[in-house]
Nanobody, 123 residues
Framework: QVQLAESGGGLVQAGGSLMLSCAASGRTFSVNRMAWFRQAPGKEREFVAGCTWIGTYTGYLDSVKGRFTIFRYDANKTVHLQMTSLKPVDTAVYYC????????????????WGQGTQVTVSS
């Protein structure tokens, strides 16, 4: 099993920045891909950004490209999501997810999930 612990959510004004962090523990040797998803009220959970350890691939949702950056620390399975130029439409609960295997944007291909952290962007 792998456990994921998220931190860093909060309330910020439009145009501001936040950084989310996710630390994996447990059987982390089995993890190759980690990602951030988000879910706004009444909407489906969507992929935001992801990365892999083998191949060091990263990918982003089109609407966050140039504003969000995902980066990882190799020493332990930790990823951060730096979010800048935040907009009210970015308001959602953000979830960290992890799994083995290659890069994926598909929610169903992630076996492990964090509890989620609320990000609220006021206009």
């Amino acid at each position: 099993q792998v456990q994921l612990a998220e931190s860093g959510g909060g309330l910020v004004q439009a145009g501001g920045s936040l950084m989310l962090s996710c630390a994996a523990s447990g059987r982390t040797f089995s993890v190759n891909r980690m990602a951030w998803f988000r879910q706004a009220p009444g909407k489906e959970r969507e992929f935001v950004a992801g990365c892999t350890w083998i191949g060091t691939y990263t990918g982003y949702l089109d609407s966050v490209k140039g504003r969000f950056t995902i980066f990882r620390y190799d020493a332990n399975k930790t990823v951060h999501l730096q979010m800048t130029s935040l907009k009210p439409v970015d308001t959602a609960v953000y979830y960290c997810a992890a799994a083995g295997g290659p890069f994926s944007r598909l929610r169903e291909q992630y076996a492990y999930w964090g509890q989620g952290t609320q990000v609220t962007v006021s206009s």
